[in-house]
T-cell receptor
Framework: AQTVTQSQPEMSVQEAETVTLSCTYD???????LFWYKQPPSRQMILVIR??????QNATENRFSVNFQKAAKSFSLKISDSQLGDTAMYFC???????????FGGGTRLMVKP | GAGVSQSPRYKVAKRGQDVALRCDPI?????LFWYQQALGQGPEFLTY????????KSGLPSDRFFAERPEGSVSTLKIQRTQQEDSAVYLC?????????????FGNGTRLTVT
């Protein structure tokens, strides 16, 4: 079974600064997918960024980028130029290659301060 | 509709009552997941369907929990004799994929409060 660990229950950052959220996971699979989801108070899970394990290049989506270290089983999210609208819960998640199992971490609550 | 629809959005039940939570996935989506999310926690897997087949129900916490998807589209999660520990947000997600990755689309969830 896969496990996903987020060691930072809460983080805060000043508007316009950069913050990094940590995630580690455990799996015996070689091919898989990793995600960061954002969940605002509306409860809607919003996909922030996705990384395929077979790709060495770190994924980037505008202000969001990841540092994927496959050997270390680490998958951190960097948010640059933080905005007030980034305030939310952030979940790291692992999906197996077959696409029939998605496992979430416990989440990090991010507060962006003006 | 354009997205995954869940109803009701909020449900309050007295302990011991039965509840039924509905999920309307995106049309044509093969895979459907149910998750339970306790307050301040990450979503925990409950069950997974491919079309009408329930392929994995290992996450259902007790035999009071039952899920079905009889025609391979709408799914219902039923909780019998609700207990206070069942209070949580129940999330549904669907995807087009079969045996391979495709993007998951989440509903807004049903917040269940058992009093």
């Amino acid at each position: 079974a896969q496990t996903v660990t987020q060691s930072q229950p809460e983080m805060s950052v000043q508007e316009a600064e950069t913050v990094t959220l940590s995630c580690t996971y455990d799996t015996s699979e070689n091919n898989y997918y990793l995600f960061w989801y954002k969940q605002p108070p509306s409860r809607q899970m919003i996909l922030v960024i996705r990384q395929e394990a077979y790709k060495q290049q770190n994924a980037t989506e505008n202000r969001f980028s990841v540092n994927f270290q496959k050997a270390a089983k680490s998958f951190s999210l960097k948010i640059s130029d933080s905005q007030l609208g980034d305030t939310a819960m952030y979940f790291c998640a692992f999906m197996n290659n077959a696409g029939n199992m998605l496992t979430f971490g416990g989440g990090t609550r991010l507060m962006v301060k003006p | 509709g354009a997205g995954v629809s869940q109803s009701p959005r909020y449900k309050v039940a007295k302990r011991g009552q039965d509840v039924a939570l509905r999920c309307d996935p995106i049309s044509g989506h093969v895979s459907l997941f149910w998750y339970q999310q306790a307050l301040g926690q990450g979503p925990e897997f409950l069950t997974y369907f491919q079309n009408e087949a329930q392929l994995d129900k290992s996450g259902l916490p007790s035999d009071r929990f039952f899920a079905e998807r009889p025609e391979g589209s709408v799914s219902t999660l039923k909780i019998q004799r609700t207990q206070q520990e069942d209070s949580a947000v129940y999330l549904c997600a669907s995807s087009f994929g079969l045996l391979e990755y495709s993007p998951l689309h989440f509903g807004n969830g049903t917040r269940l409060t058992v009093t």
